[in-house]
């Protein structure tokens, strides 16, 4: 039997980095904070991250494992203009080799019960839901096509001269470890007036509107309140909706938003073989033309009573257009006013999948809305961004919504204030750096804490300098700690440690050089700076940029009958909407 499985297959797909999970070091000068609280729901805990993502996902990783309730992102989409030629599949390849690396660890960030969202065009859809299957499990995944332009405007003069088709629409992949399930998916208003409510309850006012409704949420409805009902539906004639629109004289640009005004007093009747069986017994002795029964599980059905009686289906129940005046978005998301990416879909995605205080985040940050959504919706936040624009944009963006002086996107609807705040981080230089005769030794910007941190991360400890014990800088269980120094311990020093330590605890030592035998003390582990960790990643390793004007160059290909060896024009991602204003 052949071992071959399904599988998408890539240039270089079995090469994957080895990563120096990096420290974050905050730069107080450029985090914000509100200067008083707003609400008790303000969110301070929030990060934003100055930095390649790959290398800053990995920083997060060992803290944040597990914890990240909604991923959303937006990366660039590989429209093709960074290659002369790319007809041999190379860009794709790199392409998905870079996000197949950030993918992975985005998807260990994710809670069980989490969402991660991924916004991509035509370019590279196809693949990259291939990608997600093998990484997420096709079973866990669902597609979103979300409407991003009208087709209108100066693209439609090219489209009609050649005969093509417009493009309107992107895709956004929703992954789930446990499926795409669990949502809180808001309904959305119908864009048009459903047709097929055509009748006028003349009569009926708004408290009768009121009383019908609270009547009919009850779980069990009493004859007493059957007899209420039929008090009001006495009082009530039916017309036809086009009559009464022709009596007020509405104009054609009034009539919709009058419609959808009084949809409490408009119905549709339906045809229902359940309700025609008690209705045409309550007809016996009830004339009205509107009429209330009550169904075997204690239900309230409103009933036409001028139904046919020659009809073997007549249209008999009367619905409300009020109570149908929203739909569930379903897959095909058309309802956003300005396309691009604006605020109102980034919220629908974080609303339908976190609550207030859940934490969400966004690695390809752009021009920082998912962060600005977030905030404004009381989630806590973090986002990733390489660009310059992350100082340009996003910092400014979050002081206005953080003061409160944001009154675009969502803010209307969030009622939104202001308050919170942010840290900003930036990646800590590699550990290692080479000598001048090539051997690898610690980077000498790293300062002593900045050491046992790093080796706090890459030991897998939990960081945390104690005050009261000089040589505990970390632990990874309650009983074992780690202890970083730069010096060359004696015999006598290390003697003295592992009586501080004494023997119900056990404490990893990692020292430039220590003297003796490194199995002399039980409670003691001793291992050398930087030797202990040299085979561990790649080091000195900055640049695993997704942009595309700095992927790598391939390796040039002996000259055959083929077109040119692929090379790279320098000429940035297409990001042309980027940047484009909220209404
Ligand atoms: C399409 S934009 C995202 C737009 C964003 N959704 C918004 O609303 O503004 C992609 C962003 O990813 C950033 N980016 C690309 N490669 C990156 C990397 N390796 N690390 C961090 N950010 C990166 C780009 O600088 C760009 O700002």
């Not at 960074?82 to 985005?106: P, Q, T």
């Not at 339908?352 to 205080?357: F, H, Q, Y």
Request: net charge negative; aromatic share 8%; proline share 4%.
């Amino acid at each position: 039997m052949s071992k071959t499985k399904l599988e998408l297959t890539w240039i270089g797909k079995d090469k994957r980095p080895k990563l120096e999970p990096r420290i974050l070091l905050e730069d107080p000068s450029l985090s914000y904070h509100a200067k008083h609280r707003v609400s008790d729901n303000d969110q301070f805990d929030n990060k934003l991250i100055f930095g390649d993502n790959l290398l800053a996902l990995k920083a997060l990783e060992q803290e944040y494992a597990g914890k990240v309730k909604c991923v959303f992102i937006d990366p660039p989409y590989n429209t093709g203009n960074a290659f002369e030629y790319y007809d041999d599949g190379l860009e794709h390849s790199i392409w998905l080799g870079l996000m197949r690396d950030r993918l992975e660890v985005l998807w260990k960030l994710l809670t069980s019960d989490g969402l991660m969202c991924i916004q991509i065009d035509d370019n590279e859809f196809a693949r990259l839901f291939l990608l997600c299957a093998e990484i997420c499990g096709e079973s866990n995944l669902k597609i979103i096509c979300v409407k991003m332009s009208e087709p209108s405007g100066l693209k439609m003069g090219t489209v009609k001269r050649l005969g093509t088709i417009p493009k309107l629409k992107e895709f956004i992949i929703l992954c789930g470890k446990n499926g795409v399930k669990g949502l809180d998916i808001e309904r959305i208003p119908k864009g048009t007036w459903d047709t097929e409510y055509n009748i006028f309850l003349d009569g009926l006012t708004k408290a009768d509107r009121e009383s019908i409704f609270d009547i009919s949420e009850q779980e069990e409805i009493s004859s007493e309140d059957i007899n209420r009902l039929d008090e009001i539906g006495a009082h009530i004639n039916l017309c036809s909706l086009a009559d009464k629109v022709r009596e007020l004289g509405l104009r054609a640009n009034e009539k919709e938003a009058w419609l959808f005004d009084n949809a409490w007093r408009i119905c549709q009747c339906a045809t229902s073989a359940s309700v025609l069986v008690l209705a045409k017994l309550k007809r016996q002795h009830n004339a009205n033309n509107v009429f209330f029964v009550k169904s075997a599980r204690g239900l309230a059905y409103m009933v036409r009573g001028t139904f046919s009686d020659t009809s073997a289906k007549p249209r008999i129940q009367l619905i409300f257009a009020d109570d149908n005046l929203t739909v569930h978005p379903g897959d095909l998301w058309v309802d956003f006013k300005n396309g691009k990416k604006p605020e109102a879909l980034v919220s629908r995605i974080i609303r339908m999948s976190t609550k207030a205080g859940d934490l969400v985040l966004d690695s390809f940050a752009g021009s920082g809305t998912t962060g600005a959504v977030a905030h404004k919706m009381g989630r806590r936040w973090i986002m990733i961004e390489l660009g310059d624009h992350c100082h340009t944009h996003i910092i400014q963006r979050l002081k206005k919504v953080i003061d409160g002086d944001d009154q675009g996107g969502i803010s209307k609807t969030a009622n939104w204030q202001g308050g919170g705040g942010f840290r900003y981080y930036s990646l800590a230089p590699s550990l290692l750096e080479q000598d001048r005769w090539g051997n690898w030794v610690v980077n000498k910007n790293y300062n002593p804490a900045m050491l046992a941190e790093a080796l706090c991360k890459l030991e897998g400890f939990t960081s945390a300098p104690s005050d009261s014990q000089w040589w505990n800088h970390g632990y990874s269980s309650e009983q074992d700690f780690i202890y970083v120094t730069t010096q060359n311990l004696s015999h006598q020093q290390l003697e003295e440690l592992s009586d501080e330590v004494g023997g119900d605890r056990s404490l990893l030592v990692c020292c430039t050089a220590f003297r003796g035998k490194s199995d002399q003390f039980p409670n003691l582990t001793l291992k050398k700076i930087p030797k202990m960790v040299l085979s561990r990643c790649e080091w000195a390793h900055d640049d695993y940029s997704l942009n595309v004007a700095n992927l790598p160059m391939a390796q040039p290909e002996p000259e055959v009958d083929k077109p040119k060896n692929v090379s790279l024009k320098q000429t940035n991602i297409n990001q042309d909407d980027l940047f484009g204003k909220e209404p």
